[in-house]
């Protein structure tokens, strides 16, 4: 089967298709895999180049991506017929996952085992031009969970500011910190992106042709917003601190993200900790379906031009996700 496989760490031309790659073999409590779609996020290249945490203990030759779309085609010993069935997972059913953070294996590849409790079945049809972004849902998803209901704790009627609200997380922490009670919510964006941050229901800022710090402290009175959800950091984070209002906390994602500056204020900080689990991939299931997590696939690009999309996402534009057509 093809694969996708890097055996150093260096920049996107370390990634390698191999067409003779072997089936993988599920444990007990796996699920084999079929592969639709793979689903992008900037911490495959922080992988890929190294730079991530989650690099430090990984045997290299190794696989790529964190999440996919596809359908169910078998399961290990621990799994019969009567188990998958009661979790929703019998053969060809259409499923979409990440793997747990402790899982370092890819998605990039045909088929892929993966654990069952990683996974949750999109029910209903889905028609081949929905099948992307379904690739492209549980790691964005599972990080806006996190930031907004164990971090930010956003409260009614609370104002907030998201940062890159055209990006993959930035499309969903959008309508999710509205569905938490949000008053209003700002995100900025680049000009480009003005009208899809406002379909998601927020008021754009162009952060390439407005100064946003100004436009902040103008529309709330000089008070500052609640919430600041920063999906971006490195020029945003500073000034951000300057724009919260007392009591105020800010959630910034990339995990190496240096949050010294706002503790040393005595800023409420996190950096989100995704936690697995079937009941917030169910969440996602029924957002994406009532069309209340209305996330893009804004690109999809064969399996074999990984390192062309890697490119794109390390030139950090990516608009909703980037996704993987696993069969092209
Ligand atoms: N802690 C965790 O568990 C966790 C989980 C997921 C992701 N992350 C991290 O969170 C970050 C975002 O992830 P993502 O998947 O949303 O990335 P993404 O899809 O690549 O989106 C990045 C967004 O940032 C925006 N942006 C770029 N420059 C900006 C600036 N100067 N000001 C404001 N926005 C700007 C871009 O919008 P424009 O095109 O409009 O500029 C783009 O939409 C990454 O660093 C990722 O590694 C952390």
Request: glycine share 12%.
């Amino acid at each position: 089967m093809r694969e996708i496989r890097f055996d150093r760490f260096g920049g996107p031309e370390v990634l390698t298709l191999h067409t003779d790659a072997p089936r993988p073999d599920p444990a007990p409590e796996e699920v084999l895999v079929e592969v639709s779609y793979v689903g992008l996020n900037p911490l495959d290249y922080k992988i890929r180049d190294g730079s991530s945490g989650m690099a430090k203990d990984l045997e290299l030759p190794a696989g790529t991506g964190r999440e996919m779309a596809g359908v169910v085609v078998g399961s290990g010993d621990g799994l019969d017929e009567f188990e998958l069935e009661a979790r929703g997972l019998a053969p060809g059913t259409r499923v979409f996952g990440m793997r747990a953070p402790g899982d370092r294996r890819g998605t990039a590849a045909e088929v892929i085992a993966i654990s069952a409790d990683d996974l949750a079945p999109i029910p209903g049809e889905v028609t081949a031009e929905d099948l992307p972004r379904w690739a492209g849902l549980a790691l964005v998803g599972l990080t806006a969970i996190a930031a907004i209901q164990d971090d930010a704790a956003i409260r009614e009627g609370e104002t907030v500011l998201v940062h890159g609200g055209a990006g993959g997380v930035g499309q969903l922490l959008i309508p999710m910190a509205l569905e938490a009670g949000a008053a209003q919510v700002w995100a900025t964006g680049r000009a480009a992106n003005a009208e899809r941050i406002r379909a998601l229901g927020a008021t754009p800022i162009a952060y390439d042709e407005q100064d946003w710090p100004a436009e902040i402290t103008a529309a709330t009175g000089g008070r500052g917003v609640d919430v600041v959800l920063d999906t971006h950091y490195f020029s945003t984070f500073g000034p951000s601190l300057d724009v919260l209002a007392d009591g105020g906390r800010i959630v910034v994602l990339p995990s190496l993200a240096d949050t010294a500056p706002a503790i040393e204020r005595g800023i409420e900080v996190h950096v989100p900790r995704i936690t697995p689990g079937r009941d917030r991939l169910d969440h996602l299931v029924q957002g994406l379906r009532s069309g209340a997590y209305p996330l893009e696939a804004s690109q999809v690009l064969p399996l074999g031009e990984i390192a062309e999309a890697h490119r794109l996402l390390e030139e950090g534009h990516t608009r909703g996700k980037l996704v993987l057509d696993a069969h092209a």
